[in-house]
C-alpha cells in the first residue's frame, strides 16, 4: 500500500487510524452483523453513534449547554440559505464581511431575503488580508453579523473575533472547525462542511444558541428550519449515517491526541515550517498579508505561471498531491488540515528545496 499526502481542499485527508478504524468495523459494526452503511437510524446501535457524536463534539469544543448541535446536509452551501431564512426576520437586516468568494456566496444568497449589508470587504487586493472592522459602520438593529472565520481559497484567517454586541455572530468555520479552540459563546451560529476538518463530504455541523431557533420565515422549507432539526435530535429524517460515523473517530482520534489544544500545536508547526521556507526561498513566496495568514490553507507562487505548472506537475508524480491552487489565484495552495501529518509538510518543503536548486 502507498498513500499519498494530499492537499485538497477538500474532500481531502483524514486521519490514517480512521480509515483503518472504519475498515476493521466495515463489515460487522461491533457485533451487530452489519455495517453501518447498512444500520436503521432509528436503532439502538445507530442511536449510539449520533448521540456519542454530539457528546464528543460538544465535549472536544466547549460547547456551552445553551447551544444545539444539529447534523444537517446539503453542505455549508445550504447554510448561506437556511440561515438568513431563520435568522434574517427581526429587523430584516445582516451585515457581511467579503474575505472571499465563500463570503460573497453567503452574501449574495442573503440578499434574496432581505437587507444584506457589506460593512468591510478586501476584494480591492483579491482578498490576500483581513479588512480592518469599524464597529460604527454595523447596522445597530442587524439580526446576524456574517464572517467566513477561514477563507479556504484565499488562506487568510480572522484572528479576532469582532464585536457586534447585542448582534449574533455567525461564523462560516467550514475550513478551520476542529483545528483550535474557539470560545463558542461568542458565536450566536458556527457552521461547517464536514469535508475538510470533520469527515466525509454529506455532512453539515449547525452549533446554535437556543434563542436564535424557531424564528424562521413562514416560507421556509421544512428541512430548513432549524427547529425541526433541533426538536428532533437531528433525525427528522434520515441523516447522512455514515459520515456522522467517520465524524465520531475523527473526534475520537483528536480527544486521544490531546484535544483542540493539541491541536493548534500540531497545526501551527505544521504551517510554521511552510511558512519559514516561504519567508526564506529565492522562488516561491507567499500571497497573504501575514498578520492574516491561515493554519489551514497556505497558498504560494513563483511568479511564472510555467513554472507553477512544472511544480504541480512533478510534485504530484511524487506524491504530493492537490497543490494546484485555485482558478481564481492561480498558483499553488497546500490545505494542511488536522490530518495532514507533519511528515506531508516535510516532505513538501523538501521538494519545494529541490525544486528551487532545480530552476
Ligand atoms: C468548502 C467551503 C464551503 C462550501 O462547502 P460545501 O459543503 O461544498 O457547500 C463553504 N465555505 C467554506 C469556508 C468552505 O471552505
Not at 68 to 93: D, E, H, R
Not at 148 to 175: K, Q
Not at 200 to 227: C, N, Q, S
Amino acid at each position: 500500500m502507498s498513500r499519498v499526502y494530499n492537499f485538497s481542499p477538500g474532500p481531502s485527508m483524514l486521519p490514517e487510524a480512521v480509515l483503518a478504524k472504519a475498515a476493521e468495523e466495515m463489515l460487522d459494526y461491533q457485533g451487530s452483523g452489519q455495517s453501518v452503511m447498512e444500520m436503521s437510524h432509528r436503532s439502538k446501535e445507530y442511536d449510539a453513534i449520533i448521540k456519542g457524536c454530539e457528546a464528543l463534539l460538544r465535549e472536544v469544543m466547549g460547547i456551552p449547554e445553551n447551544y444545539k448541535v444539529l447534523f444537517v446536509q446539503g453542505g455549508a452551501s445550504s447554510q448561506f440559505a437556511m440561515i438568513p431564512m431563520n435568522l434574517m426576520t427581526g429587523s430584516g437586516k445582516a451585515d457581511f464581511v467579503i474575505t472571499g468568494q465563500w463570503a460573497k456566496k453567503a452574501h449574495q444568497e442573503a440578499a434574496r431575503y432581505g437587507e444584506a449589508n457589506v460593512v468591510a470587504s478586501s476584494a480591492d487586493e483579491t482578498f490576500s488580508y483581513i479588512p480592518k472592522l469599524d464597529p460604527a459602520s454595523f447596522t445597530k438593529d442587524a439580526d446576524y453579523f456574517h464572517i467566513c472565520w477561514n477563507n479556504t481559497i484565499y488562506g487568510t484567517r480572522f484572528s479576532e473575533i469582532p464585536e457586534t454586541g447585542d448582534v449574533p455572530l455567525v461564523a462560516d468555520m467550514s475550513s478551520c472547525i476542529l483545528s483550535e479552540p474557539v470560545d463558542v459563546s461568542k458565536f450566536g451560529l458556527i457552521y461547517a462542511g464536514a469535508q475538510k476538518n470533520m469527515g466525509p463530504a454529506g455532512l453539515t455541523v449547525v452549533i446554535i444558541r437556543e434563542d436564535l431557533i424557531g424564528k424562521a420565515m413562514k416560507a421556509t422549507p421544512t428541512m430548513f428550519d432549524y427547529k425541526i432539526h433541533a426538536d428532533n435530535d437531528s433525525l427528522y429524517n434520515t441523516p447522512p449515517t455514515y459520515a456522522i460515523y467517520i465524524c465520531k473517530l475523527v473526534l475520537e482520534w483528536i480527544k486521544e491526541i490531546g484535544g483542540l489544544e493539541k491541536m493548534k500545536e500540531r497545526n501551527e508547526k505544521k504551517a510554521q515550517l511552510l511558512y519559514d521556507f516561504l519567508d526564506s526561498s529565492k522562488l516561491f513566496k507567499g500571497t497573504v498579508a501575514k498578520e492574516d495568514r491561515s493554519i489551514m490553507n497556505i497558498p504560494f507562487i513563483t511568479g511564472s505561471d510555467e513554472l507553477d505548472k512544472k511544480f504541480v506537475a512533478e510534485s504530484s508524480a511524487r506524491g504530493l498531491i492537490n497543490l494546484k491552487g485555485h482558478r481564481t489565484v492561480g498558483g499553488m495552495r497546500a490545505s494542511i488540515y488536522n490530518a495532514m501529518p507533519l511528515e506531508g509538510v516535510e516532505a513538501l518543503v523538501a521538494f519545494m528545496k529541490e525544486f528551487e536548486a532545480n530552476n
